[in-house]
């Protein structure tokens, strides 16, 4: 079965970190872009991070830059989401796509269209 499965989620206090996991399962991410998307109540989902298959080209929405940093291991077929400094506004539902069009060079929005893959979403809570 091809797959995505999202981890890591969790609640945290305000200014505390988590790693999201992003792991592959029947197929390999070597050749596919993978954006992060996040959907809080109420509200629409957006685009959070993404990283070219290479690892080259990596980009965040401005809500989250210099907070969030996003990384790949391709042997294990999996990419990583590092969030420190969460703040409450951060919470939301967050889920990885992989998108084989996309390189990851312009908005990360549009890949909601094109990604191929979807994983089932993890939660994050950031709460005092």
């Known amino acids: 079965q091809l797959q995505l499965v999202e981890s890591g989620g969790g609640l945290v206090q305000p200014g505390g970190s988590l790693r999201l996991s992003c792991a592959a399962s029947?197929?390999?991410?070597?050749?596919?872009?993978i954006g992060w998307f996040r959907q809080a109540p109420g509200k629409e989902r957006e685009g959070v991070s993404c990283?070219?298959?290479?690892?080259?080209?990596?980009k965040f929405a401005d809500s989250v830059k210099g907070r969030f940093t996003i990384s790949r291991d391709n042997a294990k077929n999996t990419v990583y989401l590092q969030m420190n400094n969460l703040k409450p506004e951060d919470t939301a539902v967050y889920y990885c796509a992989a998108d084989f069009v996309s390189a990851c060079l312009g908005d990360i929005a549009p890949m909601q269209e094109s990604a191929s893959y979807w994983g089932q979403g993890t939660q994050v809570t950031v709460s005092s």
């Open positions: 990283i070219s298959s290479s690892g080259s080209h990596t």
């Open positions: 029947g197929f390999t991410l070597d050749y596919y872009a």
